[in-house]
């Protein structure tokens, strides 16, 4: 009977088989569904020196103290940040990214907005605009002049060409310069421009040399009411007479400022997610001049989708594992508990109920034997038989004999099968000896 050898060699066809069984389902479920994140992660961010660049070596010591190495990749700015993101070979992982480059912003498409999610708004920059001895107070003011926007790819170059459009200044009517940064500084001063226009936060050193050098005028835009109606990702400020210093502005003045937020490609581990907005929470909880300390990372005003994560850890911190524990010991704990524990469990359950199933048919098996015999002899108590009825029972007898001796009997079950084979062979000489009564 299969059923029978079965189970006499149920642990090399059944136990040792579930066994590989559950450890090639565990192994494929833990590369493959559920793998462990990588230690290398990429991050891009602006001009080396620039704030993007200062958070995110920030961001690398606290990443590494977690055992991931970031790489901070150097770039013109936002749009180019977020080209590298959505890009199909070698994307980066995380970017800095200007306001006003997708939903506020209206900038992007709907597929291009949903590869990259938010995991939070980190900080405030403001749109400076410095200008040589002329006073700006209006964007058409620029017009004519030699205006450094920065480079292509860069979130000042777009929010400055997006104002000047709908300022009605046209760009043939200005001279463009990639400029930013210190070179720009350096040619203001020089004279070699009229303006400069930046987005940088307020302790840029970028800021505080434009604003130490001499002719340089801070502009004071007026209706900016109207713009931020016109832009929803920015929006006005009043920066107060002295607040930058050295008696800088020397009035109050309006400003006019937008948010920076740390985004990730869509793809990117869900681990590593949660902890770049941990990182976060640790790099970017100080204050600064348009913001309280503990204002950010936040997630208000947001241009793209908010990653899953992102309010679970910005509410209650990270998952109770990762917590206590090391990230990537916490990982490993966490594939341990969601898949090596289960897919033991019900290997182990099959392990045993299987042969259990077997033992108990093989059982019923016997016990079947057993109750024929049993409704022999009961048939035989019953009455008197002539030897033509006698002899319709040995049939039967044989039947069972026949089976009991092709049945491969397991180790279990031998003294049953035995005590049975010794009824077998009692129950037919009772029957030779009623023969000719």
């Known amino acids: 009977m299969p059923m029978a050898r079965l189970y006499k060699r149920k642990w090399l066809l059944i136990q040792l088989p579930v066994l590989l069984l559950a450890a090639i389902t565990a192994s494929w479920t833990w590369l493959f569904v559920y793998p462990i994140p990588p230690s290398h992660l990429s991050i891009t961010t602006a001009a080396t020196g620039s704030a993007y660049y200062r958070h995110a070596q920030a961001y690398a010591e606290r990443f590494a103290a977690h055992g991931v190495t970031l790489e901070i990749q150097a770039s013109n700015g936002s749009q180019q940040n977020l080209e590298r993101l959505r890009q199909t070979v070698n994307p980066s992982d995380l970017a800095?990214?200007?306001?006003?480059?997708?939903?506020?912003?209206?900038?992007?498409?709907?597929?291009?907005?949903?590869?990259?999610?938010?995991?939070?708004?980190?900080?405030?920059?403001?749109?400076?605009?410095?200008?040589?001895?002329?006073?700006?107070?209006?964007?058409?003011?620029?017009?004519?002049?030699?205006?450094?926007?920065?480079?292509?790819?860069?979130?000042?170059?777009?929010?400055?060409?997006?104002?000047?459009?709908?300022?009605?200044?046209?760009r043939k009517d200005l001279t463009l310069s990639p400029m930013t940064g210190e070179p720009a500084v350096r040619a203001l001063g020089r004279g070699q421009l009229d303006a400069v226009l930046l987005m940088a936060p307020s302790d840029s050193l970028n800021i505080q040399k434009l604003l130490a050098l001499p002719g340089a005028r801070l502009a004071n835009l007026h209706k900016t009411a109207?713009?931020?109606?016109?832009?929803?990702?920015?929006?006005?400020?009043?920066?107060?007479?002295?607040?930058?210093?050295?008696g800088m502005p020397p009035r109050d003045i309006t400003l006019l400022t937008t948010q920076s937020s740390l985004v990730a490609r869509e793809s990117l581990h869900p681990a590593l997610k949660r902890l770049a907005i941990a990182v976060a929470m640790d790099v970017n909880t100080g204050s600064g001049l348009f913001h309280r300390a503990g204002d950010f990372p936040s997630l208000r005003r947001l241009d793209f989708p908010t990653a899953p994560q992102a309010r679970k850890v910005l509410a209650s911190g990270l998952p109770t594992l990762e917590q206590w524990m090391p990230?990537?010991?916490?990982?490993?704990?966490?594939?341990?508990?969601?898949?090596?524990?289960?897919?033991?469990?019900?290997?182990?359950?099959?392990?045993?109920?299987?042969?259990?199933?077997?033992?108990?048919?093989?059982?019923?098996?016997?016990?079947?034997?057993?109750?024929?015999?049993?409704?022999?002899?009961?048939?035989?108590?019953?009455?008197?038989?002539?030897?033509?009825?006698?002899?319709?029972?040995?049939?039967?007898?044989?039947?069972?004999?026949?089976?009991?001796?092709?049945?491969?009997?397991?180790?279990?079950?031998?003294?049953?099968?035995?005590?049975?084979?010794?009824?077998?062979?009692?129950?037919?000489?009772?029957?030779?000896?009623?023969?000719?009564?």
Not at 226 to 246: C, M, V, W
Not at 337 to 348: E, F, G, T, Y
Not at 388 to 401: H, N, S, Y
Request: proline fraction near 3%; include cysteine.
């Open 327 to 437: 990230f990537w010991w916490a990982q490993v704990a966490e594939r341990i508990l969601l898949i090596v524990l289960p897919v033991s469990l019900v290997a182990l359950s099959l392990m045993a109920l299987i042969p259990r199933y077997l033992r108990w048919a093989l059982e019923s098996r016997v016990n079947r034997w057993y109750g024929e015999l049993k409704f022999i002899e009961n048939d035989l108590k019953l009455e008197a038989h002539s030897d033509l009825t006698l002899a319709q029972f040995m049939p039967r007898l044989d039947r069972i004999d026949k089976a009991l001796r092709g049945f491969a009997c397991p180790p279990d079950l031998v003294t049953r099968c035995y005590t049975l084979h010794h009824h077998i062979e009692f129950v037919r000489q009772r029957l030779y000896g009623m023969r000719g009564r």
């Open 96 to 170: 800095l990214v200007l306001g006003g480059f997708g939903y506020l912003g209206a900038s992007t498409e709907r597929y291009e907005r949903s590869r990259v999610e938010t995991l939070a708004n980190v900080d405030v920059e403001g749109l400076w605009i410095f200008s040589r001895n002329q006073a700006i107070e209006y964007l058409e003011q620029l017009q004519g002049l030699r205006v450094a926007v920065g480079p292509e790819g860069s979130g000042s170059r777009k929010v400055a060409l997006q104002l000047l459009a709908q300022a009605r200044v046209d």
């Open 226 to 246: 109207a713009i931020t109606e016109r832009n929803p990702y920015l929006e006005s400020r009043l920066l107060a007479q002295g607040a930058l210093g050295l």
